[in-house]
């Protein structure tokens, strides 16, 4: 709107087929900051030894979770990104990349939301509450869920893979890449993206509590 072009900070991030790849995606200006401030500087891929190369990795991971603030759980959820983003260097992205690749991004997808689940906690025994709530099936009841949890479960898993091929891709890059529209474009564009406008706000306010997760970094 004000004539400032910003590198792009978000790539499709949820279909991504390994660890690495999602680093790639998600928080991307974050992740060139890590590399070009932490990761070079530590000896980048010029080290002696494959271990030392497989260190300096993992530290870039733990840092840049501290670098989101100084709790536990921070540093908890960056040692644990760190340890597979090593295990993705030692071998384990070649040999995952043999079994397709859905199966890689359901496994992607579930390494990433336990480590958000890591993330959202305050502190290490609301962590360890919400890991064992989580892998508990024997208490799940379908009947306790809020019936708003549905439809939004829906539009998160539709936004996060529903690029995945080339059609939807045209559709996306209409949408998100497109520089130049047509007057007619405008006329339906505008009124769609108010009314997404509208409701989003409207959902919030009657979410009651809903405290901007950056307040905590």
């Known amino acids: ?54 260190f300096n990795l993992w530290i870039v ?37 043999h079994c397709g ?18 993330f959202a906690c305050d502190s290490i025994s609301k962590m360890g509450y919400v890991l064992k709530a989580l892998f508990n099936f024997n208490k799940l009841d379908i009947y306790t869920i809020e019936p708003i949890f549905v439809p939004v479960l829906c539009c998160a898993v539709f936004f996060a893979f529903f690029f995945e091929n080339k059609l939807t891709k045209r559709i996306k890059d209409f949408f998100f890449a497109k520089s130049n529209y047509s007057l007619a474009q405008h006329a339906f564009l505008f009124p769609a993206m108010l009314i997404l406008l509208v409701l989003s706000i409207a959902h919030i306010i009657a979410s009651g509590y809903n405290p901007f997760i950056y307040f905590r970094f």
């Not at 590198?7 to 060139?32: A, C, Q």
């Not at 690749?101 to 890591?118: A, K």
Request: overall charge positive; glycine content about 10%.
């Open 1 to 54: 709107m004000m004539g400032f072009h910003y590198p792009e900070n978000f790539n499709m991030p949820y279909i991504s087929k390994n660890v690495s790849e999602f680093w790639k995606r998600w928080h991307i200006t974050l992740g060139d900051f890590m590399m070009n401030y932490l990761y070079i500087p530590l000896g980048g891929n010029r080290t002696k030894t494959k271990a030392r190369n497989y």
């Open 61 to 97: 991971f733990l840092l840049s979770g501290l670098w989101h603030g100084a709790s536990w759980t921070f540093l908890i959820w960056g040692a644990f990104h760190g340890v597979f983003i090593v295990l993705d260097k030692i071998g384990t992205k070649k040999l995952l990349s």
């Open 101 to 118: 690749t859905l199966p890689q991004i359901i496994l992607t997808f579930f390494i990433v939301s336990v480590g958000w689940s890591i």
